[in-house]
């Protein structure tokens, strides 16, 4: 397929090996994203965040809902900008299983180069134009392309409808504003430790938080 992709965009494939590491799928009640520059505007310092019920795939996939979307201007409460509406949470089934992660994103690439017919292509270039097969070439120009690469559980999630009825994250503004401002100070820290603004997902398991991976933030430089 690869090969075929390649023939057909008139690119020219250099490596031809990918890598994917394995994780333990961790039992979560709760995942989040965060970003820690506000990645709309570019401000530095303001912490921006998504909380959903369960694993991080109803986050990041395009089921119906919304997350707990909100922003924490620097020395300042976070701000809910809009209460969590995903009808389905995700869990880890009951035996437990392991996650496999390609290796690359999307953010790696020199993204204004990468795209042009005639030019050179590494594997994380070809992964982002796989992945997005169905567009054209230049769709993908200037195209950042976190979230591309499929995040495969080894065996399938279960999946059931979220009890909003007496979910915490919707109707306890206590619980919301410690939990958000956990993840915002998490935010800063990894920040602080890693040299630059930082993309972060993680898992909340019974009170504890836990990073899954921390990137550098790809942010517009024209901002």
Same mark, same amino acid.
């Given at each position: 397929?690869?090969?075929?992709?390649?023939?057909?965009?008139?690119?020219?494939?250099?490596?031809?090996?990918?890598?994917?590491?394995?994780?333990?799928?961790?039992?979560?009640?709760?995942?989040?994203?965060?970003?820690?520059?506000?990645?709309?505007?570019?401000?530095?310092?303001?912490?921006?965040?998504?909380?959903?019920?369960?694993?991080?795939?109803?986050?990041?996939?395009?089921?119906?809902?919304?997350?707990?979307?909100?922003?924490?201007?620097?020395?300042?409460?976070?701000?809910?900008? %809009?209460?969590?509406?995903?009808? #389905? /949470?995700? +869990?880890?089934?009951?035996?437990?299983?392991?996650?496999?992660?390609? !290796? =690359?994103?999307?953010?790696?690439?020199?993204?204004?180069?990468?795209?042009?017919?005639?030019?050179?292509?590494?594997?994380?270039?070809?992964?982002?134009?796989?992945?997005?097969?169905?567009?054209?070439?230049?769709?993908?120009?200037?195209?950042?392309?976190?979230?591309?690469?499929? %995040?495969?559980?080894?065996?399938? #999630? /279960?999946? +059931?409808?979220?009890?909003?009825?007496?979910?915490?994250?919707?109707? !306890? =503004?206590?619980?919301?504003?410690?939990?958000?401002?956990?993840?915002?100070?998490?935010?800063?820290?990894?920040?602080?430790?890693?040299?630059?603004?930082?993309?972060?997902?993680?898992?909340?398991?019974?009170?504890?938080?836990?990073?899954?991976?921390?990137?550098?933030?790809?942010?517009?430089?024209?901002?």
């Amino acid at each position: 397929m690869a090969m075929l992709f390649e023939r057909k965009r008139h690119l020219i494939l250099i490596i031809c090996s990918v890598f994917c590491h394995f994780q333990e799928a961790l039992p979560a009640d709760y995942a989040f994203v965060l970003h820690t520059a506000n990645p709309v505007t570019g401000a530095k310092g303001e912490v921006v965040g998504e909380i959903v019920k369960g694993l991080g795939e109803v986050l990041v996939s395009n089921t119906s809902g919304s997350a707990l979307f909100f922003v924490a201007p620097p020395n300042a409460a976070p701000n809910v900008i %809009s209460l969590p509406s995903k009808m #389905a /949470s995700m +869990s880890v089934p009951g035996a437990g299983c392991l996650i496999a992660r390609s !290796d =690359s994103n999307g953010e790696d690439l020199e993204v204004r180069k990468a795209f042009r017919p005639g030019h050179t292509l590494g594997i994380t270039a070809l992964l982002v134009a796989l992945f997005r097969y169905h567009h054209t070439v230049s769709d993908c120009i200037d195209f950042a392309g976190a979230g591309l690469y499929d %995040s495969i559980l080894t065996q399938p #999630a /279960s999946e +059931s409808p979220v009890n909003y009825a007496e979910e915490p994250l919707l109707w !306890d =503004s206590g619980f919301q504003q410690q939990l958000m401002s956990r993840l915002v100070e998490l935010g800063k820290s990894m920040e602080a430790t890693m040299g630059s603004p930082q993309d972060v997902e993680g898992l909340v398991i019974n009170g504890d938080i836990y990073v899954v991976q921390s990137r550098p933030q790809i942010l517009n430089k024209d901002k």
